[in-house]
């Protein structure tokens, strides 16, 4: 009996205590049309350095039209309770079964991925509550949720939620984001158009249509028909039918200043807060943009671009970075970004384009770098105590083994898999030194290099100064490698050329210089520390090589894009196999600046680096070293010159050994001959 008494008190109290609470937290509850008020919206703005140029003011005006429920397409409504909220019209608030499925997933994945929150409390939470993660919050989330289910029926809470969830592009509601992304009404809206908005509510502002992530945002489209198909609202034929139908979006121009750095940066902001935050708490993010920089480049983008069309090249995209800092100071990642696609009418990102003006070729294209990427072979090379007076023999040479001797023997038949680069003018000289080998951008002295250098140490290096696409085995690339045979982005390259400008030292590349909450308060501010990735007297035997005018002469002539009257500038150029990529990279202490030119789909182009690129970069450095003032690079330390021939160090056991020598016979033979 007493046993019974304790037992009855203890669980009186526990009664009374969670009445208690839940009347506590129940009086939070607001009226019905309490959900449909404008909440207050203190908007993060976006500026260049100086604080002065509103490049974009994210979540600036709310876009919302009530609806009610008989108002919204039923495709509409089922794409959001199939993904949302399957069981919502069956559990009271709270979906025991959705909570454990989603424990189970997350622990299959072995991370987070799955939420297991229903309609009810995604409404309290987004209406009342904030997004940080407690146990109180979540109590309360909990508590309002069922009382919400007791005072409402399902199709009230279901409008509610339709009415309130964001869709991004400051649309809010079901209604505002049908006009926004469609033109329509959201009783007009398609099945894929449906299943499109629904994709939108899981991340509105990662997956938006007029973002970077469209081909994830059309992969979760896809997902929320397979859903509508799995709860039995539509059939397999009719998602089939859906997913093949083109979604076209209408165009918004919200006032936008640099669009492609500007998403660049929204990116990053996403890593960092919850959307709800960066609505509502007055962020003022002062950006690393130079706007002075900045319009001089998507001005002389734009003209080169127009210039390039003579040559089928129809895009481009440019970066300028201080080496120092690691800063952006400018940035454009397409000709155009208001453009409509060419060639194909009817494509959409992803999809195969001469030119996807949404599409950031500075940030997410990888492309190969031609030449460009020498100059990581040199420096490994120089790393082992060669100097840029070495003589390299720029012979015709085989460079595979086992392809000996059938090369020589008959020039239109060659095996399979051998490998025997020309130079970009078909020409070979003989012996040269290294400096003017890389100078004048000569192939065949640049494979011996890479051999020399080593293939995994050359790539280890480049990975060090910030290369972060070459991560297949050193076998997969080969030789080749040197002449770009492997991918990589502009703003790796570009910032990997900066290890040369600051004599040795990486620093990542950066894009705020600092972020303040509205009361001036800072949050974050960049203070990256630079690391030694080169030792200094490389990085001046490099800069001393590419800023030598009279070195590269003899194959770019004195007065090329590449030459600035009175700045000692140096500079690189890349041309990939079939002109389908063209690159121009170059630096003083104080700018880096990289540009790529070309088509999206890797058409090819008729022309080269020096042509569609240099021209522009030659612009943009011009603006660069005008405000910044180029500096001086430092004389490389004068050693003892030694004469030193590259084949010469060569062990006959080496398997290049044969060819390399049998290339090189002739001309000695020759120059015995004439002696």
Known sequence: MRALKIFLGIFL?????????????????PRPEDFTERALILPTKIYDRTGEVLLYQLFDEEKRTIVSLDQVSEDLIHAVIATEDARFYEHFGIDYQGILRSVWKNLKEGQPIYGGSTISQQLIR???LNLEKTAVRKTREIILALELERRYSKDEILEFYLNQIPFGSNAYGVEAAAQTFFDKTAADVSLPEAALLASLIQSPSYLSPYGEHTDELLERKNYVLDRMVSQGFISKKEASEAKKQEIKFEEVRHPIESPHFVLYVKDYLD??????????RGLNVYTTLDWQLQQTAEEAVKNGVLNNKAYNAHNMGLVAINPNTGEILAMVGSADWWAEESSPKDCVPGASCLFEPKFNIVTRGERQPGSAFKPFAYAALFQKDLTPETIVWDVRTEFNPNCSGVYFESKDKYGENCYHPSNYDRRFRGAIS???ALAQSINVPAVK?????GLKETINLAKSFGITTLNQPPSYYGLPLVLGGGEVKLIDMTSA???????GFKIPPSNVLRIEDESGNILEENKKTPK????????DIINDILSDNDARTPVFGPKSSLYIPGQKVAVKTGTTQEYKDAWTIGYAPSVVIGVWAGNNDGTSTLGPGATLAAPVWSQVMKKALELYGAGGFVNPEAGEVKEVVLEDLMSEDDPQYDNWQKAVQPLLEEKEEND
């Open 13 to 29: 109290f526990v009664f009374l205590a969670a009445l208690s609470l839940f009347v506590y937290y129940a009086k939070d509850l």
């Open 126 to 128: 987004s209406s009342l």
């Open 271 to 280: 890593s960092l807060y919850s959307e709800e935050y960066l609505r509502t």
């Open 434 to 436: 290294l400096k003017d």
């Open 449 to 453: 290099v890479l051999y020399f250098a």
């Open 497 to 503: 050329y900066g290890v040369f400008a600051s004599r």
């Open 532 to 539: 030694r990735v080169l030792k200094s007297e490389i990085a």
